[in-house]
């Protein structure tokens, strides 16, 4: 069985700090991770994935996520916050069957 | 704009009603799927269909049904609706059937309100 924890439903940094969100797994497969963003009224969008490849995935807007097998960890980076940044993010894990969504972290950014 | 479209935007009826929600796949996606998001459950998929058929199957209430036709675009029905099926309801799409690695691309969103 998979399932994913997103710890922290909301999170707040200032603008220009570390973002950090962070995501574990439970997958009796190897995974495959997600995360995506979700901006207010809109659908989620694809911010990156990780397919045993590279540990270190970098993808759009300037996040990367880093997978650790030993942690069962894949956490969101992102080195400075922009306002742009504020919406809510969700990690997810991927079988054959279906993909299974963290509950989400809202980030804000404070000026 | 990922390409998925859903109609209506937003859809608002009374308990007890059935309403149809629709979506268009991207250009080459094979793979539809359905999700139910709400403040309480969070992201819940519902279903996948798969060049017409029903591929994969999650917390999807037997009030519920969806289904794929030929020109790949789906609808889900929703039937004898009840105040809890309040949500937004998203429609994503993907290239592949079973391909755990593929990217979903999803719709803006069908904003149901039940009265």
């Known amino acids: ?111 | 704009d990922s390409g998925v479209t859903q109609t209506p935007k937003h859809l608002i009826t009374a308990t007890g009603q059935r309403v149809t929600l629709r979506c268009s796949p991207r250009s080459g996606d094979l793979s539809v799927y359905w999700y139910q998001q709400s403040l309480d459950q969070g992201l819940q998929f519902l279903i996948q269909y798969y060049n017409g058929e029903e591929r994969a199957k999650g917390n999807i209430l037997e009030r519920f049904s969806a289904q794929q036709f030929p020109d790949l675009h789906s609808e889900l029905n929703l039937s004898s609706l009840e105040l809890g099926d309040s949500a937004l309801y998203f429609c994503a799409s993907s290239v592949g059937r079973t391909d755990a690695a593929d990217t979903q691309y999803f719709g803006p969103g069908t904003r149901l309100t039940v009265l």
């Open chain 1, 1 to 111: 069985a998979q399932s994913v924890t997103q710890l922290g439903s909301h999170v707040s940094v200032s603008e220009g700090a570390l973002v950090l969100l962070r995501c574990n797994y439970s997958s009796s497969v190897p995974p495959y991770l997600f995360w995506y963003v979700q901006y207010p009224n809109q659908g989620l969008q694809l911010l990156l994935k990780y397919t045993s490849a590279a540990t270190l995935v970098k993808g759009i807007n300037g996040f990367e996520a880093e997978f650790k097998k030993s942690e069962t960890s894949f956490h969101l980076t992102k080195p400075s916050a922009h306002m742009s940044d504020a919406a809510e993010y969700f990690c997810a894990v991927s079988s054959a069957s279906k993909i299974i969504f963290g509950s989400g972290t809202r980030l804000s950014i404070r000026p």
